[in-house]
């Protein structure tokens, strides 16, 4: 098989796919979704636009960079440069100082019509909303980082997200960095209306949550809004011993059994519906050992 060796004088780049890129942000109208942010503006008449700032930052992640010294690698490739029409590149300092302009207040704002806009071109409706508390060890001086509960590293300094997802499209639809002390369940009201803010006005049929969500003022304010949810529970004391006096158990296969019943914590104002799964370890020894996933250990839900 044969090969054609050809010389060209147009200019080429080692990053391909950045003109799909391109043409995709112009149809979906990005920069003018960010310009309509009221972005922090430069201090000076040789200051960089936003948009160019972050349309940079934004190639050097698509690329791999994971600091912001690897931005350099990006800004001296004359293609990009010409793609996107800058009349000159900025380097990693100036998009440093850029970022450091954004405040709370500030992030907030920005995040959240950036959000609104993206969601209201999602012509879906009915989502499913996935709400995740974790924990994400940090080695360094990371700012918020701080010690707390850290199961796979304890002692060391994290940090403890609140995230939530859209199930359907498989998109982040809201994240908060917590230092690493923070309590499971701070701050989860607030996050989950700001969540529900950042959807443009879509319905929401199911919410499911991890059991760090299992607060009862989080619970009942689930109850206010009439919100169909799933919500993993704490195996506390209270709730095994209701597990363990339970006889309706139902097998779904082998070594893997099912219960459904009312069930009212100490700390609950009514009793709720929980789904109760447990697991065999004689029948099921690759199980022994292993935390089951999300959603699939002690569940609340209504109808």
């Avoid at 019509?113 to 499913?128: Q, S, V």
């Amino acid at each position: 098989m044969g090969f054609e060796l050809r010389f060209t004088d147009k200019e080429i780049t080692a990053w391909g796919g950045t003109g799909l890129m391109k043409r995709m942000l112009d149809r979906i109208g990005f920069q003018a979704a960010v310009a309509a942010c009221e972005l922090p503006q430069p201090g000076s008449s040789r200051g960089y636009a936003p948009i160019q700032l972050i349309l940079q930052f934004m190639l050097s992640v698509w690329y791999g960079a994971n600091r912001f010294e690897q931005m350099e690698v990006t800004r001296h490739d004359p293609v990009l440069q010409k793609l996107f029409g800058f009349k000159r590149m900025a380097n990693f300092k100036a998009i440093m100082r850029f970022f450091k302009k954004f405040d709370q207040a500030t992030t907030t704002e920005t995040f959240g019509r950036l959000y609104r806009w993206f969601f209201g071109n999602l012509h879906i409706d009915h989502l499913t909303l996935d709400l995740d508390s974790t924990v994400m060890t940090r080695y360094g001086q990371q700012e918020g980082a701080a010690r707390g509960y850290n199961p796979r590293k304890p002692g060391r300094y994290s940090h403890h997200p609140l995230m939530a997802f859209v199930a359907d499209t498989r998109m982040v639809a809201n994240l908060w960095l917590r230092p690493g002390n923070s309590h499971s369940a701070n701050n989860v009201l607030a996050f989950l209306d700001d969540s529900l803010n950042k959807l443009d006005g879509k319905r929401v049929a199911l919410l499911r949550a991890d059991s760090g969500f299992s607060d009862r003022a989080f619970l009942n304010d689930l109850d206010q809004r009439n919100m169909h949810y799933l919500v993993a529970l704490r195996l506390n004391q209270p709730l095994q011993r209701a597990l363990v006096d339970e006889t309706g158990w139902w097998t779904l296969d082998d070594g893997i059994g099912l219960t459904a019943l009312d069930y009212q914590a100490p700390c609950w104002d009514k009793p709720r519906r929980v789904v109760g799964i447990r697991q065999k370890i004689n029948a099921r020894p690759n199980a022994k050992g292993k935390q089951l996933s999300l959603f699939t250990r002690v569940n609340l839900f209504t109808n």
